[in-house]
């Protein structure tokens, strides 16, 4: 099941290759417009491995692109989350790392396993939409997990705060992701932009 927040233009973003949308990436993301992809694809598809700062794993992200590829579909984000260990969840720090694959991807497991589409549409925001679950920042963006380590993950928020001439655009998902709190607010003269997914 998911739960989208649309934007009011509907346009095709990469996970999407061929919106033209740049990688946003820490504190200098520069962005396109409309239906994109929430994490940037790479090439045919990019596995993502995210730990927590005390060495236990977070999880694996699998993004496809627009080729389905083996007995993985087209346009789809595969999440193979180790539950037990989301009681560190807003504790720890995220860090993540990934590589790009163009043949087979890796066979992944997990304790929670759900897959979501990566195409979705970012929708603008001045005040914060979506509250409680743990806050990270890194940067202008920003990411929102809800669960624990007895339901899993129950809703996956992404944020992006940019200059209001600009469009939302991929997000490279790499590097520290910092435990904030609160709101995600919206610096003058930007827009804030967010997805809201339920697994």
Not at 96 to 122: H, I, K, N, R, V
Request: with cysteine; hydrophobic share 35%.
């Amino acid at each position: 099941m998911r739960k989208a927040i649309t934007l009011c233009a509907i346009v095709t973003l990469n996970f999407a290759a061929g919106c033209g949308a740049a990688d946003a990436d820490g504190d200098d993301e520069n962005v396109d417009s409309a239906k994109l992809a929430q994490i940037d694809i790479g090439t045919r598809w990019r596995s993502h491995t995210g730990y927590y700062t005390n060495g236990q794993i977070f999880g694996r992200i699998l993004v496809i692109g627009h080729t389905a590829v083996g007995s993985y579909n087209a346009d789809t984000e595969y999440w193979f989350i180790n539950k037990s260990n989301l009681q560190y969840l807003g504790s720890y720090n995220l860090e993540f790392s990934y590589a790009d694959g163009t043949g087979t991807p890796p066979s992944y497991t997990g304790t929670q396993e759900f897959a979501l589409p990566a195409l979705a549409t970012w929708q603008s925001f001045s005040s914060d939409p979506v509250s409680g679950g743990a806050l990270y920042d890194k940067g202008n963006v920003h990411l929102r997990l809800a669960g624990d380590s007895t339901n899993g993950i129950t809703e996956v928020t992404w944020y992006q705060t940019i200059p209001s001439t600009a469009s939302p655009a991929n997000l490279a998902l790499s590097g520290v992701f910092y435990t904030g709190s609160g709101s995600v607010s919206v610096p003058s003269g930007e827009t804030g932009y967010v997805v809201d997914q339920t697994p």
